[in-house]
């Protein structure tokens, strides 16, 4: 093993410090006695306590989780919808012009995006709501699924395909049964990138929904400008939290199936 | 048992199984198959061999239903099966990938096929039984893909597209990724299976090898065409253009112009000052013609002094020795710079072998071990 040198040291030392230490000081600050976020008054769990008192916070996150599961769940079905059809469906004409078309979300200013939505829900008489924010969401994050979804089908051996159709599935029997199966794990990293897209997002929420429902990212930035309370620092460690847990126990997952995989394939040569 | 030889293309009352008529196909500017005629019978073994790119694979495909032609029909038993999906044909097709679903064990994959129609259960569980019995792999229907090995994950391929008795298999390289030990055993298991089954079998293969241990009868192709389908045996001792001589096997090929000399026998003319070789052939040619003489490397005797009885001799000196082990060949320049290539079998250890490089010897063969040829 090769010991670190101070060169690298340094580098690492710097390269975390400037990605944790704006966290690790909300970490600690949420944990603090004084209402003022600058001055450490001893440690306390108070604003935890306060926060779940907070009924203005909680109905936010609540419309926020609302949010996030029905956008991501409508932004996968859609965007496998579309990958499919753009990787699989042989040439038909404007291919191109929508393949292209599918990928333009991704790069338009958010600003935008917001802005178009609002003038069609004004345009189209609908109430900013739940529903509005859901079909923004669903909007945007539609071309991210469908970018993991596309590459993963890429990658896929289309026999695999034509041996169901040869064994007497219907192309949407081939699909169900052995495609979607499949590429599972695009569909569902898909989906927790739409989930955490929703979850994110500021500006085309801050466009889309209405005064009966706010999401907490609002919530908070709003909050923020009249003065950082320390409820928020509270609520901003649970998200981190939360994050962290997920992430955790989605890499152990994906490293514990990598190892049994391997421990079959080589089970499986010894007996060749 | 009635020992009759399997030969259903010599019997012209046989109906064929499949049959291509003036087939074409074209990928936009590409054409990959063109004009394409042939028939193949119930309870063959049949082999398209051909380089890579030569429309076999496409071929394939368009029994399978992958491909419609883009010109002519395609006839499975009498029936024209263009309008036929791929789902609705009674043909099943192993892939080169095998193309098994990762996500189902063993035997949820021979079950597959089964599961799409409306059999009961029980008689679904039997005949995958059955399968796993046919093809070894009983110990293993549990496994899923990725726990058993090549030949294994082969021979559930083979089960799985079995499995619901189609009329016609088609078999794409089936063993073009197992070690070559394990390809000739399996290649014996093949036949095996397709006389059990009574299973018409389509097997593609750039192996020329391959194909002439398992087929009934081989269609050489190239470009789209069908250059020969004959037995392997006539496929290698009568091949029909120097392509398909040049193809199957190791051959000498010699330029020349021929001169008829009675009774099916010609005169080869092949260089300025040197005697003609002599040729026998059911195919005439006229005075002067040009041809090619095909000859063997197997055929042809190498030797120290001249043969007294040889028919065609003619003296050289050793260029090379490639050593196979069991056999050797010999290259041998004749004068005029024509590369003869003489094989004998090594009955002998190496050390008592008799010429080495630069000797001066004679290379002979008789009239009959050539094959005259046009093109």
Same mark, same amino acid.
């Given at each position: ?8 040291? @340094?580098? =690492? ?37 306060? =926060? ?5 916070? =909680?109905?936010?996150?609540?419309? @926020? ?9 409508? %932004?996968? #079905? ?36 917001? =802005? ?30 469908? #970018? #993991? ?55 085309? %929420? ?8 706010? @999401? ?21 460690? !649970?998200? !981190?939290?939360?994050?962290? #847990? ?27 | ?258 001169? &008829? ?14 005697? &003609? ?69 090594? $009955? ?17 063969? $008789? ?9």
């Amino acid at each position: 093993m090769n010991r670190l040198s101070w060169f690298n040291v @340094t580098s =690492l030392t710097l390269g975390f410090a400037f990605l944790y230490l704006p966290m690790v000081i909300l970490v600690i600050y949420s944990f603090n006695e004084s209402k003022l976020v600058t001055v450490w008054a001893g440690f306390s769990t108070k604003w935890y306590g306060e =926060l779940l008192q907070n009924e203005a916070f =909680l109905d936010a996150a609540w419309v @926020t989780v609302k949010v996030a599961v029905l956008s991501s769940t409508l %932004a996968t #079905v859609l965007g496998t919808m579309a990958a499919y059809v753009l990787v699989r469906g042989g040439r038909f004409l404007g291919r191109t012009v929508f393949s292209g078309m599918i990928y333009a979300p991704l790069v338009m200013p958010e600003v935008i995006t917001g =802005l178009s939505l609002l003038l069609l829900f004004i345009g189209i008489g609908l109430d900013r709501g739940v529903l509005t924010i859901v079909l923004a969401h669903t909007t945007f994050s539609m071309c991210y699924v469908s #970018v #993991v979804v596309s590459s993963r089908l890429m990658t896929f051996d289309r026999s695999l395909e034509e041996a169901a159709l040869d064994l007497g599935c219907s192309s949407f029997m081939a699909f169900r049964l052995v495609t979607l199966p499949i590429i599972a794990p695009a569909v569902i990293s898909g989906w927790l990138l739409a989930f955490t897209l929703s979850l994110d997002d500021l500006v085309i %929420a801050s466009f889309t929904a209405g005064p009966s429902a706010t @999401t907490l990212p609002i919530k908070i930035f709003s909050a923020v400008r009249l003065g950082v309370s320390p409820e928020i620092n509270a609520l901003s460690t !649970i998200m !981190i939290g939360i994050v962290t #847990v997920g992430v955790i126990s989605a890499s152990l997952i994906s490293k514990r199936n990598s190892l049994r995989q391997q421990r079959d394939e080589q089970a499986a040569a010894r007996t060749a | 048992m009635n020992q009759t030889v399997f030969a259903p293309w010599d019997d012209p009352a046989e109906k064929p199984l499949i049959r291509f008529e003036n087939v074409t196909k074209r990928f936009g500017e590409f054409v990959a198959i063109d004009d394409l005629t042939l028939d193949i019978f119930e309870k063959e073994f049949f082999a398209l061999l051909g380089p890579s790119g030569c429309g076999k694979t496409t071929m394939m495909r368009m029994l399978a239903g992958f491909e419609t032609p883009t010109e002519g029909r395609i006839e499975l038993a009498g029936q024209d099966i263009a309008p036929v999906p791929p789902n609705k044909r009674a043909v099943n097709m192993m892939f080169q990938s095998y193309a098994l679903f990762p996500h189902l064990s063993v035997y949820e994959n021979i079950a597959f096929g089964l599961r799409r129609g409306d059999m009961p259960k029980n008689d679904i569980d039997d005949r995958v039984g059955e399968m796993l019995k046919l093809t070894r792999l009983e110990k293993f229907a549990r496994r899923k893909p990725h726990q058993i090995s090549g030949g294994q994950r082969q021979r559930v391929a083979l089960a799985r597209s079995l499995a619901k008795a189609p009329k016609l298999l088609l078999l794409d390289e089936p063993l073009g990724a197992l070690d070559a030990k394990l390809r000739q055993a399996t290649q014996f298991e093949l036949m095996d299976i397709q006389e059990k089954t009574g299973t018409t079998f389509v097997i593609v293969t750039h192996d020329q090898e391959e194909a002439m241990t398992v087929a009934s009868r081989v269609a050489v192709m190239d470009e789209g065409r069908v250059m020969q389908v004959a037995t392997p045996e006539r496929i290698y001792e009568a091949p029909s253009s120097v392509y398909v001589a040049d193809f199957i096997g190791d051959v000498n090929i010699v330029g020349g112009s021929t001169k &008829p000399a009675g009774a099916g026998q010609y005169h080869v003319h092949w260089a300025e000052g040197q005697a &003609p070789f002599m040729a026998a052939s059911d195919r005439a040619f006229s005075d002067g013609q040009a041809c090619h003489l095909a000859v063997r490397p197997e055929k042809i005797a190498i030797s120290a002094e001249r043969p007294s009885d040889a028919e065609n001799a003619v003296q050289g000196t050793v260029l090379d020795i490639a050593y196979l082990g069991n056999l050797s060949t010999y290259h041998v320049e004749l004068p005029g710079g024509q590369i003869i290539k003489a094989q004998t079998a090594n $009955t002998q250890r190496i050390s008592r072998r008799s010429f080495t490089w630069e000797d001066p010897v004679w290379v002979s063969w $008789t009239a009959t071990a050539g094959v005259l040829l046009e093109q």
